[in-house]
């Protein structure tokens, strides 16, 4: 089991920054992937950015130039720093890992970025 605990969200002005973390912990010596997803309502969950298997990343083509995520691997942590916030940003963002052919999600925090 890997228990994932989201942090870092809140309330941004466009333009603005927020920074994400996500911390593991319980079977994390088998986690192979972890990244960021996020649900706006009335949308589908999609892809923000994540650490692939191999160890690469990847980010949706909108956040691009303007996320990045990093990891700090002596705390379990991923992070997801988020510059030039843009409205449409707005949304519950999800921490995911994988552990072999098991997929754990956190429970979300919300980012919402008004003026």
């Known amino acids: 089991q890997v228990q994932l605990v989201e942090s870092g969200g809140g309330l941004a002005q466009p333009g603005g920054s927020l920074r994400l973390s996500c911390a593991a912990s319980?079977?994390?010596?088998?986690?192979?992937?972890m990244g960021w997803y996020r649900q706006a309502p009335g949308k589908q969950r999609e892809l923000v950015a994540t650490?692939?298997?191999?160890?690469?990343?990847v980010y949706e083509d909108s956040v691009k130039g303007r996320f990045t995520i990093s990891r700090d691997n002596a705390k379990s942590t991923v992070y997801l720093q988020m510059n030039s916030l843009k409205p449409e940003d707005t949304a519950v963002y999800y921490c995911?890992?994988?552990?072999?052919?098991?997929?754990?999600w956190g429970q979300g925090t919300q980012v919402t970025v008004s003026s």
């Open positions: 319980g079977s994390i010596v088998s986690v192979s992937a």
């Open positions: 650490f692939t298997s191999g160890g690469s990343t």
């Open positions: 995911k890992s994988q552990a072999g052919l098991r997929i754990y």
